[in-house]
């Protein structure tokens, strides 16, 4: 116990009695000193529950088992990290960006007729139409004509339709 305590009892001049009285007064010194140690602890606790914890791991993480597990998470989050930028790689190559699909000729044409349709006045008033089914119908057969290289009409709105498709096909 003497030596727990930092006592050197094998110097010369230290006899038995002395280390007795030694021992003696550390007991007496110590049941005296314990009650009100142990009373203060959690007061001192809990005025200050983060520096009580910081002290407490602070001083679980100084010995060699503390010193193990620091280095187990340093492994554990560099293995991650890793993992993370694996996945990563993983995720992106052979990702490409969508292509914006184009347009053909045809729906080009499909659209402008039926943006003449919607200004004039022939399936309803302008900017309505009153029958959408017979206006594609009529603005799809127009521009599959034009496309194949027939004729445009001589008047009313396939006319109209057939020249503005005209310009785009």
Known sequence: MALV??????????SRSAAKAAVGALGRTAAYVTPRAAA?????????????????????????PG????DIAAERGRMDRIRFEQALTDLTVGVQKRKVRTKSKFNKAVSAGMKTVRASTSYGKKGIISSPKKAF????????????????????????????MRKIL
């Open 67 to 70: 010193q193990q597990l620091l």
């Open 137 to 164: 119908s009529v603005v799809t057969k127009t521009a599959s004509k034009i496309l194949k290289g027939g004729k445009t009409a001589k008047g009313g709105i396939k006319r109209k339709l057939g020249l503005v």
């Open 5 to 14: 305590i930092g006592i050197d009892i094998a110097t010369p001049g230290f």
């Open 40 to 64: 203060a602890i959690p007061a001192a606790a809990a005025y200050s529950p983060v520096a009580t914890g910081t002290a407490i791991g602070l001083g679980a993480l100084q010995t060699q």
